[in-house]
Nanobody, 115 residues
Framework: QVQLVESGGGLVQPGGSLRLSCAAS????????FGWWRQAPGKQRELVAT???????NYADSVKGRFTISRDNAKNTVYLQMNSLKPQDTAVYYC?????????WGQGTQVTVSS
C-alpha cells in the first residue's frame, strides 16, 4: 500500500519557477526510488528525474541544470524544483514510487508555461 499525492502545479510565465511536492503514505519504508514523469497531450509519458533513498539523482537531458529533485525521508516526501521554465515543459507531472517489483503513481498535477 502506497498512496502518492502531488501538489504545486499551476500556470507560470516562461523563465519562472515552480516547486512540486509529492507526499507518500502507506508502506513508505520500502520505497527505494522516487521519480517524476510528465506527459503532454498526444505525447508519451517521459521520465524527468529520479532519486534513490541514498540521495543519488538522475535527470533527463532536457531538464538538466534547470530542475532539481530532492526527498525528505522523514516526511516521506519528494520535491521537484523547476527553474527557468519553458513552454516545452507544459505537461501533467506525475509522482512515481518503486517498491520492490511494484510501481505506484500519483494522479498528476498540471504545469502550464505560457505568457
Amino acid at each position: 500500500q502506497v498512496q502518492l499525492v502531488e501538489s504545486g502545479g499551476g500556470l507560470v510565465q516562461p523563465g519562472g519557477s515552480l516547486r512540486l511536492s509529492c507526499a507518500a503514505s502507506g508502506s513508505t519504508f520500502s520505497i527505494n526510488t522516487f521519480g517524476w514523469w510528465r506527459q503532454a497531450p498526444g505525447k508519451q509519458r517521459e521520465l524527468v528525474a529520479t532519486i534513490k533513498i541514498g540521495g543519488s539523482t538522475n535527470y533527463a537531458d532536457s531538464v538538466k541544470g534547470r530542475f532539481t529533485i530532492s526527498r525528505d525521508n522523514a516526511k516521506n516526501t519528494v520535491y521537484l524544483q523547476m527553474n527557468s521554465l519553458k513552454p516545452q515543459d507544459t505537461a501533467v507531472y506525475y509522482c512515481h514510487a518503486e517498491r520492490a517489483v511494484y510501481v505506484y503513481w500519483g494522479q498528476g498535477t498540471q504545469v502550464t508555461v505560457s505568457s
